[in-house]
């Protein structure tokens, strides 16, 4: 009998959901992962953050070009779409983030940090916590030295 088999159990499907929600590897890996990757760093960790790479770099160029765009006196002139050819780099971010939106990159970037944000909350009143992977963290016991 095995006293930590619950624990155990926990902790597998727990990696398990964590890394469902990560992208798969072979879809979303590049060449120019394999110098920046660390010894014993997992792929699905690396990919997550270059996405979050990714998703902010592509919302700042909206963000910024969107300025450029609205400011141009030219664009309450012209038609929409001449509008959006003198402003490519506008319209090239705006599609580019549209297409990750709708291949649910906030999911894959965010969702894992919910889950073991969330699980570490939980897994503090029982002395324990988990890592971005979902592992388990065994806290020590705080010792009560109240003894007068």
């Given at each position: 009998?095995d006293p930590?088999?619950?624990l155990?159990a926990?902790?597998?499907?727990?990696?398990e959901v964590?890394s469902?929600y990560r992208?798969?590897?072979?879809r979303?890996r590049?060449?120019y992962?394999l110098?920046?990757?660390?010894?014993?760093a997992p792929?699905?960790?690396i990919?997550?953050?270059?996405?979050?790479?990714?998703l902010?770099?592509?919302?700042?160029?909206?963000a910024i070009?969107?300025?450029y765009?609205?400011?141009d006196?030219?664009?309450?002139?012209?038609?929409?779409?001449?509008s959006?050819?003198?402003?490519p780099i506008?319209?090239?971010?705006?599609l580019?983030?549209?297409?990750?939106f709708?291949l649910?990159?906030?999911?894959l970037?965010?969702?894992?940090q919910?889950?073991t944000?969330?699980?570490?909350?939980?897994l503090g009143?029982?002395?324990m916590s988990?890592?971005d992977?979902?592992?388990?963290i065994?806290?020590?016991?705080?010792?009560?030295?109240?003894?007068?």
């Amino acid at each position: 009998w095995d006293p930590f088999a619950d624990l155990k159990a926990f902790e597998r499907r727990l990696t398990e959901v964590v890394s469902s929600y990560r992208p798969s590897t072979f879809r979303w890996r590049s060449k120019y992962l394999l110098p920046q990757r660390q010894a014993g760093a997992p792929w699905s960790v690396i990919t997550v953050e270059l996405l979050a790479v990714v998703l902010s770099a592509m919302s700042m160029c909206t963000a910024i070009s969107a300025w450029y765009w609205l400011r141009d006196p030219r664009t309450t002139i012209v038609p929409l779409t001449e509008s959006l050819f003198i402003h490519p780099i506008f319209t090239i971010a705006t599609l580019a983030l549209i297409v990750l939106f709708t291949l649910g990159i906030q999911k894959l970037v965010i969702a894992p940090q919910i889950i073991t944000s969330r699980t570490r909350t939980v897994l503090g009143d029982f002395n324990m916590s988990c890592d971005d992977t979902g592992k388990l963290i065994l806290k020590p016991r705080q010792s009560n030295n109240n003894s007068t």
